[in-house]
């Protein structure tokens, strides 16, 4: 990032450039507990650093770098596939160029980014040998439309690259022979997990009246796996590669509200929908079963909130109080009894969460973290051989935060 | 009375709007409609309002001299304007006021939650109301009073600035200079960008997360009894119209191994196999597909433990004539009996039985001088073969199947019941629907391991 600013600087008139450091830290240490079962003691951290540069009355410059480490779950994540010894890591640099002509209601913004993903799930994995390590590379650009400060439009188109460098198919790298022929199937391909696509994004946030504000997305990722065949009613390979669409929508509405100085709030409400459209299809070879679009679902999120402020403005004691649920249904996946038999339903889940977390201001810029959360989970599906899909989990977490 | 009419008259068209920048509109006191300022210098009255767009500017004079500018995003409206009296409403937004008030002149600016009122001959106040009615105000030169809702009220100074809302007034503090100010709209501008760079990541994180969860729910990551990784993958061959293969390939850091089972049937195979996958373990009448001959491997990168069966045909077993065969629950239980088996080590014969239409595997005769599936002769008489199964940990889910030779070799073969987790699982937990298994196959001094995400094991339990 120092070159990044250094090359800024030169290429900059003399005397023109300022640049302000932005940065953040987060720390918190906790425990997870899953289905009764605690996990080891461990903490969670997350850091982000940036410089802002600002170039002349139009251009400024936002190289970032963000680093975080998971050792405690929190109830957002994916908990079905729990492993006792998961640990998660990523880094992400980024840059960004903002164009915003104060006589202009636009605002331009090209950027690039890279990330480091590792993820270790199993006791024998090591950082860097994880099965879903990721890389992804992101190119694109913004554009915002200001409608009335600070409310504005945004839109925005990146293309995306995905690999996960550790991850190839068994059936490509065995060359078995079976009674003379080949065992793997025609169209195997390698690095089925790598993806490349792009990233529609639009958002917009609004006033509503006298004081409530609205917020608006909708997002969508295209992402095509060269290397993964699409799966047939034989469970053989077709030509077709796999082609997932996933388009979240989200709408919230805030309120803020006040008792008197010492007092205040901000109510939320969002709404969501999340919808997964693939090509691909699954076969259960244990039971010789074509499942059609194997992967599609539909879900919707309804998350009521509020934060509570007590004591100054400027340093206020805050409590985070929310609720949440979700409902997913898999149209093409049929749920199944404990035995694994399909009982023919479409498979579905719906999960509950609570979440509460308390910021205590010590110093200025410095804060105390307390963070409680729950979820519980249930669905109709009863085989639960590989993914647990009914759970209750509960993370609890305590820490700092520091922001600059 | 025509002196006082005109008088009123006179100081309702004090107000003049000298400069519009952008877009400025205007609404008539009364009024519902907005319209275009128009030209310039256009005059004003009580009652009157004005609203700026974006990047806009409205500079409108007072009477007695005070200077009104509306920035951009700006909505006020006159309130009063007389000679001794000035009031402007500030609804929402920047405005400036430059105010001339000689002698007790009331001059002030009211938003929906203060009064600002001018405490001199010459003051330059700046006010900014944003959304819920909250308002900044802070004094470029002279004195101002600020006057909440409650009645509470401060005294400003040149330089000061002071924060109200509808809890009241806070605590003056120093104003920014202009450097400062324009600093602190970069940081918050830049923050913004941040938060929305960061944003994105979540779009990418859930499609990798769907990923991820997709891969474990199809059985494709298992934890092992060591508690390691295993990848496992499981798919169906068609090597021919009325054959079928499964094939279960592990992956672990040193190395893969599979488990394939082979079978060729008596006729053509549907495309959907679900039937033909349920019927290969016997039912209560005789399935429409029969197999015929079978090959199961267990393999890795060594060596390789094979069985072969042929000459395969349904047998009612609750009908035969041998009732140790006989399947609990009565009725009739057809399986399919194997007229000639054999196990491989390596490629070499172990052990192995004929018969011919055997009705129950008791009537097989086991093999000695000829391979039991092609009947060459033997380079030597197969060993004695002893069996033992034992459950070695009783508090575990283990079964060890021990075959001893005459020749002094063993075939060990251990059945392990693993936690979701990883882990052997409590020895309840054989059979149970909810655990995977860990197959292990020690001969020649090494042992090939397998974990069977299926019920894939359940098909070659045909055989004894």
């Known amino acids: 990032m120092r070159t990044l600013i250094l090359l800024a600087l030169l290429a900059s008139p003399a005397g023109a450039v300022e640049w302000t450091p932005i940065a953040g830290v987060q720390a918190l240490g906790g425990a997870h507990f899953f289905r009764g079962d605690k996990g080891a003691l461990s903490g969670n951290a997350d850091a982000v650093l940036a410089a802002a540069v600002r170039y002349d009355d139009r251009w400024s410059f936002l190289p970032s770098l963000r680093s975080a480490y998971e050792g405690t779950r929190r109830v957002t994540d994916t908990?079905?596939?729990?492993?006792?010894?998961?640990?998660r890591m990523e880094h992400k640099v980024a840059f960004r160029a903002v164009w915003a002509d104060p006589m202009s209601r636009w605002r331009l913004k090209p950027g690039i980014s890279y990330k480091l993903g590792f993820l270790k799930e199993t006791a024998d994995e090591s950082w860097g040998g994880g099965l879903f390590d990721e890389r992804q590379w992101t190119v694109g650009f913004e554009t915002e439309y200001l409608t009335r400060e600070p409310h504005s439009v945004r839109a925005s188109l990146d293309w995306f690259d995905a690999s996960y460098p550790n991850y190839t198919s068994l059936e490509s790298q065995a060359a078995l022979q079976f009674a003379g022929a080949p065992v793997a199937r025609e169209l195997v391909g390698d690095k089925v997990l790598d993806r490349s696509g792009a990233r529609l994004g639009l958002a917009f946030d609004m006033p509503v009246g006298e004081r409530v504000r609205l917020d608006a997305g909708l997002s969508t990722v295209w992402s095509r796996y060269g290397s993964q065949n699409v799966v047939n009613e034989a469970g053989q390979f077709d030509a077709d590669s796999r082609a997932d669409f996933l388009t979240a929508m989200s709408v919230a509405a805030r309120m803020p509200h006040e008792w008197n100085a010492d007092l205040r709030a901000l109510g939320s409400l969002t709404l969501g929908m999340g919808v997964l459209s693939s090509n691909q299809n699954g076969y259960d070879a244990s039971r010789g079963t074509f499942l059609a679009k194997f992967y599609d679902y539909r879900e919707v999120t309804v998350t009521p909130a509020v934060k509570l402020l007590v004591g100054p403005e400027r340093a206020p004691v805050s409590v985070d109080l929310s609720i949440g649920w979700r409902r997913r249904s898999y149209g093409g996946r049929r749920a199944q009894d404990a035995t694994g038999a399909y009982t023919g339903g479409p498979l579905s889940t719906t999960e509950w969460t609570v979440a509460s977390t308390l910021t205590y201001p010590i110093v200025k810029r410095f804060s105390l973290v307390f963070t409680l959360e729950r979820a519980s989970a249930k669905s109709n599906q009863r085989f639960e051989r590989y993914y647990r899909y009914a759970y209750e989990a509960t993370s609890m977490l305590a820490g700092f935060r520091w922001d600059w | 009375m025509a002196a006082v009419v005109l008088a009123v008259a006179g100081s309702a068209r004090a107000a003049v709007l000298r400069e519009a920048t952008g877009l400025v509109q205007v609404r008539s006191a009364g009024g519902d409609s907005w319209r275009p300022a128009g030209k310039t210098p256009r005059p004003l009255g009580e009652g009157d309002g004005i609203r700026t767009g974006f990047n806009a500017k409205a500079r409108v004079e007072l009477s007695g001299g005070t200077v009104l500018v509306a920035e951009g995003n700006a909505h006020v409206s006159i309130e009063v304007d007389a000679p001794?009296?000035?009031?402007?409403?500030?609804?929402?937004?920047?405005?400036?006021?430059?105010?001339?008030?000689?002698?007790g002149r009331a001059v002030s600016v009211r938003t929906p939650t203060c009064v600002v009122r001018a405490r001199g001959e010459r003051v330059l106040v700046r006010v900014t109301v944003a959304g819920g009615g909250s308002t900044t105000v802070e004094v470029e030169e002279g004195v101002a009073g600020v006057e909440d809702n409650r009645g509470a009220s401060v005294i400003l100074r040149r330089d000061q600035r002071i924060e109200v809302d509808l809890a009241g007034v806070h605590e003056p503090t120093a104003a920014p200079t202009p450097v400062q100010a324009r600093k602190t709209d970069f940081m918050a501008l830049m923050r913004r960008e941040l938060g929305f760079e960061l944003g994105r990541d979540a779009d990418y994180a859930a499609a990798a997360r769907e990923t991820r969860r997709a891969e474990r729910e199809q059985g494709r990551l298992l934890t092992d009894a060591d508690g390691r990784r295993v990848r496992v993958e499981e798919y169906v061959v068609r090597p021919a119209g009325n054959r079928l293969a499964l094939v279960v390939m592990n992956g672990r850091p040193d190395g893969l191994s599979y488990y394939s089972w082979d079978g060729?049937?008596?006729?053509?195979?549907?495309?959907?196999?679900s039937g033909v996958f349920s019927s290969l373990r016997g039912g209560a009448s005789a399935s429409a597909w029969t197999v015929t001959d079978f090959t199961m491997t267990r393999a890795d990168a060594v060596g390789s433990l094979a069985e072969k069966g042929s000459g395969g045909h349904q047998v009612d077993l609750n009908g035969n004539a041998d009732p140790l065969d006989d399947v609990a629950g009565g009725g009739t239980a057809f399986r399919t009996v194997f007229d000639r088996y054999g196990l491989y080590a390596d490629g070499v014969l172990k052990r192995g039985f004929t018969g011919v239409n055997l009705q129950a595997y008791s009537d097989a005769a086991a093999s000695t001088t000829n391979d039991p599936l092609s009947g060459a002769l033997l380079g030597a008489a197969l060993p004695v073969v002893v069996t033992n199964t034992t459950f070695p940990d009783a508090a575990s889910a283990r079964q060890v199947r021990r075959e001893s030779y005459g020749d002094g070799t063993t075939l060990t073969r251990e059945t392990l019941s693993l936690e979701f987790g990883g882990g052997v699982g409590p020895r309840t937990g054989f059979g149970s629907p909810d655990r995977n298994?860990?197959?292990?196959?020690?001969?020649?001094?090494?042992?090939?391991?397998?974990?069977?995400?299926?019920?894939?094991?359940?098909?070659?339990?045909?055989?004894?």
């Open chain 1, 79 to 87: 908990l079905g596939t729990a492993t006792p010894a998961q640990e």
């Open chain 2, 84 to 103: 001794g009296h000035t009031n402007v409403h500030a609804l929402f937004g920047t405005v400036r006021m430059i105010a001339d008030a000689p002698r």
């Open chain 2, 264 to 273: 060729t049937f008596d006729v053509a195979l549907p495309a959907d196999l």
């Open chain 2, 437 to 464: 298994a860990e197959d292990r196959t020690s001969f020649g001094g090494r042992t090939i391991r397998i974990v069977l995400p299926s019920d894939a094991i359940g098909v070659t339990r045909q055989v004894p």
